[in-house]
């Protein structure tokens, strides 16, 4: 079985940082995808950032510049560095993967991605 695991969540003043991990077990040698979605109350998913073995990595408009994402191969392990933060940012975030590459298009659509973690909650007050 493939299993998602996210950390890192917290409660964050405007302007501070947060780093959330997401690690991954089961399959993982053949997670092709990995990415970030969020979603806050009353809104749909919203795409943070991906990597994909096509290409990458690619940010969502909203978080371009502030938002870094890593990759741990070895670890298996997906990191989302988050600076800068604001209160729009608040939402729970979730670790999605795949086991395609998929393409600069597709990484932003949630609906391509078959695995998701739990979330973790990230609070930024302003």
């Known amino acids: 079985q493939v299993q998602l695991v996210e950390s890192g969540g917290g409660l964050v003043q405007t302007g501070g940082s947060l780093r959330l991990s997401c690690v991954a077990s089961?399959?993982?040698?053949?997670?092709?995808?990995m990415a970030w979605f969020r979603q806050a109350p009353g809104k749909e998913r919203e795409f943070v950032a991906a990597?994909?073995?096509?290409?990458?990595?690619y940010y969502g408009d909203s978080v371009k510049g502030r938002f870094t994402l890593s990759r741990d191969t070895a670890e298996h392990t997906l990191y989302l560095q988050m600076d800068s933060l604001k209160p729009e940012d608040s939402a729970v975030y979730y670790c999605?993967?795949?086991?395609?590459?998929?393409?600069?298009?597709?990484?932003?659509?949630?609906?391509?991605?078959?695995?998701w973690g739990q979330g973790t909650q990230v609070t930024v007050s302003s």
């Open positions: 999605a993967a795949d086991l395609r590459a998929l393409t600069s298009l597709a990484v932003a659509a949630r609906d391509e991605y078959d695995y």
């Open positions: 990597s994909s073995w096509s290409g990458g990595p």
């Open positions: 089961g399959r993982t040698s053949r997670f092709y995808a």
